[in-house]
């Protein structure tokens, strides 16, 4: 079993940054592949960043390149979230997901990843 545990939400203003961070239990976490989604209240859950275990390649959605930044520290179990420049319409609350399977081709789907976070809230003020 795989558990995740997010941490690093908060409110902050427009403009400013927030760093989230995932722990994940597990002992091959350097092999799974890891996401980020967000959910605002009376919206889909979202893609918004992963980061695959080969090579390290990562992705991210369109509203977010150049602001939001994903990495992992395999010796420590964690993967991370920086956000940057933060928009209200960044408001939501945000998920970390594994992928044990290795669906590569899935990584902005929820169908992609298996075992997933409780979620922590991030609000930004205007």
């Known amino acids: 079993q795989v558990q995740l545990v997010e941490s690093g939400g908060g409110l902050v203003q427009a403009g400013g940054s927030v760093r989230l961070s995932c722990a994940v239990s597990?002992?091959?976490?350097?092999?799974?592949?890891m996401g980020w989604f967000r959910q605002a209240p009376g919206k889909e859950r979202e893609f918004v960043a992963a980061i695959r275990w080969a090579r390290g390649r990562t992705y991210y959605v369109d509203s977010v390149k150049g602001r939001f930044t994903i990495s992992r520290d395999n010796a420590k179990n964690t993967v991370y979230l920086q956000m940057n420049s933060l928009k209200p319409e960044d408001t939501a609350v945000y998920y970390c997901?594994?992928?044990?399977?290795?669906?590569?081709?899935?990584?902005?789907?929820?169908?992609?990843?298996?075992?997933w976070g409780q979620g922590t809230q991030v609000t930004v003020s205007s």
């Open positions: 597990g002992r091959t976490f350097s092999t799974y592949g």
């Open positions: 997901a594994a992928d044990t399977r290795d669906y590569s081709a899935s990584y902005s789907y929820t169908g992609g990843y298996n075992y």
